[in-house]
Nanobody, 115 residues
Framework: QVELVESGGGLVQAGGSLRLSCAASGSIFRFNDMAWYRQAPGKQRELVAR???????YYAHSVKGRFTISRDNAKKMVYLQMNSLKPEDTAVYYC?????????WGQGTQVTVSS
């Protein structure tokens, strides 16, 4: 049973930083592609960043240069370092794990950026 638990969300002023963490259990992990998604009120869930099992990364245009995704396979953790935060980054952030045809989600962590 795959389980993902996010942490690190909170309230921050524009221009500030936050680091989100996601702890994974129940999977081999090092073979899994991992990602962070976010969903703002009234909007669809969108991909923020992805890190492949190879270590390659992908970023949405809106966060490129400000956010950094990383992983620690030994600890089964994935991180999202968010710098230069903007009010439009306000959303619930979800950790995502891909295993074969299955996708798993955490419960989400709220990030609120005040102007």
């Amino acid at each position: 049973q795959v389980e993902l638990v996010e942490s690190g969300g909170g309230l921050v002023q524009a221009g500030g930083s936050l680091r989100l963490s996601c702890a994974a259990s129940g999977s081999i992990f090092r073979f899994n592609d991992m990602a962070w998604y976010r969903q703002a009120p009234g909007k669809q869930r969108e991909l923020v960043a992805r890190i492949f099992s190879s270590g390659s990364t992908y970023y949405a245009h809106s966060v490129k240069g400000r956010f950094t995704i990383s992983r620690d396979n030994a600890k089964k953790m994935v991180y999202l370092q968010m710098n230069s935060l903007k009010p439009e980054d306000t959303a619930v952030y979800y950790c995502n794990l891909v295993e074969g045809l299955n996708r798993y989600w955490g419960q989400g962590t709220q990030v609120t950026v005040s102007s």
